[in-house]
């Protein structure tokens, strides 16, 4: 695994919805939209909010939403060209940003130019994904098909890419990465794969895949749907299957993305958006933050056409533009990475559930000599936990805390444990 990414927090951007750009493809005689560039002024707030990466949405030229792509090695017209790419390359260098692309691999839009060998065949023609007729599934037993795709790959490393989101990964054969990637790590040894896999065997695919990384949606379920039920077995279940994983590889852990509701949407109660983020941010796993849950958007996912229009806004030019009501949840962000990077070890920290009822639970996350605790209370009333707090020190959010082991009601606690 590369070594840049043990320290990677990343901050998620759907590019096409983030810049205003039209939902579909121009015609060919219009002129190419940079809007790429209107990312150049959310780096420092990146930056600030203390993330080390961009994760990318789809770039490449596409018919609608980006993930039917039609041409792998065209940034999409309604976003930029190559000389907008390489600008922001530069940029996010300069601030010491990495970029990972979204590629999708596993199918293409209707007019992608590949051969008629390209495609998988159904019984009524081309296979599609998912029944979505716009969406042709590739022959991934084709020689073309990898080659294609280890170009692609290839292409977007050598021009400043640190490395890439394999969406819809879950379909593709694990076999078909275990043959691409290893010629494109030896041209790119500090590339980094994650492929987003939604159910399953996690590990499994992992080790028959040769990727890094796959996305933690059993994490992320539990994470929200824990809170709301106010069933935090459910979280303690989880992070039981977490730290077999971990055990493995290193998850993309979320609590929010470019394809779920909005965290502070999907919770019932605001006052547990600090209970979220606290257990994503001291887990294991390379977390990643979907721009816009850092200032409490709301956006509700439907399925139907347009369905994602919600949560996949478009932003202001600058962050000056922001209104002012997210500032403490960006705060509590800001605090909660902060702490996160303060505590690099967490990236491969086992998490044990030391004390659990419905409505809340102690995690220790541990890593060698290292550890921190973590103090979750969903009830209405303060609850005084059975912890030793004679080697805790509390850390967030209230430092001086007259008793750590009393927590308010609704409220968390993290605590540093000091070395016997």
């Known amino acids: 695994m590369p070594t840049w990414s043990d320290h990677a927090i990343l901050w998620q951007v759907y590019p096409l919805g983030f810049t205003g750009a039209p939902a579909a493809a ?143 990964a879950y379909a593709v054969p694990p076999a078909f990465w275990r043959e691409v990637l290893p010629g494109v790590r030896e041209r790119h040894p500090e590339a980094w794969f994650a492929g987003e896999v939604i159910h399953g065997d996690y590990a499994g695919y992992v080790k028959e895949s040769g990727l890094d990384s796959v996305t933690q949606y059993e994490l992320w379920k539990a994470i929200w749907s824990s809170i709301n039920d106010r069933n935090l077995f459910e979280l303690a279940w989880a992070l039981d299957r977490h730290n077999d994983l971990l055990a493995t590889f290193t998850p993309l852990t979320f609590a929010g993305n470019h394809d779920v509701t909005r965290l502070a949407t999907r919770l019932d109660d605001r006052r547990h958006l600090g209970h979220a983020l606290a257990i994503l941010l001291t887990v294991g796993g390379v977390p990643s933050l979907y721009s816009g849950d850092e200032q409490a958007f709301e956006g509700l996912k439907e399925e139907r056409a347009g369905g994602d229009d919600a949560i996949r806004p478009a932003f202001p ?69 059975p912890v030793d707090v004679s080697r805790l020190t509390p850390l967030a959010p209230d430092r001086g805390a007259h008793d750590p082991a009393v927590v308010g009601p609704h409220a968390w606690r993290i605590l540093a444990e000091r070395p016997a």
Do not use: M
């Open 26 to 168: 121009p015609p060919p005689e219009e002129p190419t939209q940079h809007r790429l560039r209107r990312l150049l002024p959310w780096l420092d707030y990146a930056v600030e909010l203390g993330c080390s990466g961009l994760l990318l949405g789809p770039i490449f030229a596409s018919e609608t939403h980006g993930y039917d792509t039609v041409d792998h090695f065209r940034v999409d017209p309604r976003l930029g060209d190559d000389a907008d790419f390489d600008e922001l390359v530069a940029e996010t260098r300069r601030r010491g940003l990495r970029i990972v692309l979204d590629g999708v691999f596993n199918h293409v839009g209707r007019s992608f130019a590949g051969g008629p060998s390209w495609f998988r065949k159904g019984p009524d023609g081309y296979d599609t994904f998912e029944g979505h007729e716009r969406l042709v599934a590739l022959d991934h037993d084709q020689p073309a098909v990898r080659d294609h795709v280890a170009a692609v790959l290839d292409h977007w490393l050598a021009r400043g890419a640190a490395g890439w989101r394999l969406d819809a």
């Open 317 to 385: 030019d600058t962050p000056a533009g922001l209104a002012p009501y997210g500032l403490p949840v960006y705060r509590l962000h800001q605090n909660l990475v902060g702490l996160r990077r303060r505590h690099p070890w967490l990236v491969r920290a086992r998490t044990d559930v030391e004390h659990l009822t419905n409505r809340a639970a102690v995690l220790r996350s541990r890593a060698g000599a290292q550890a921190l605790v973590t103090l979750l209370n969903l009830d209405d009333r303060a609850y005084r936990f």
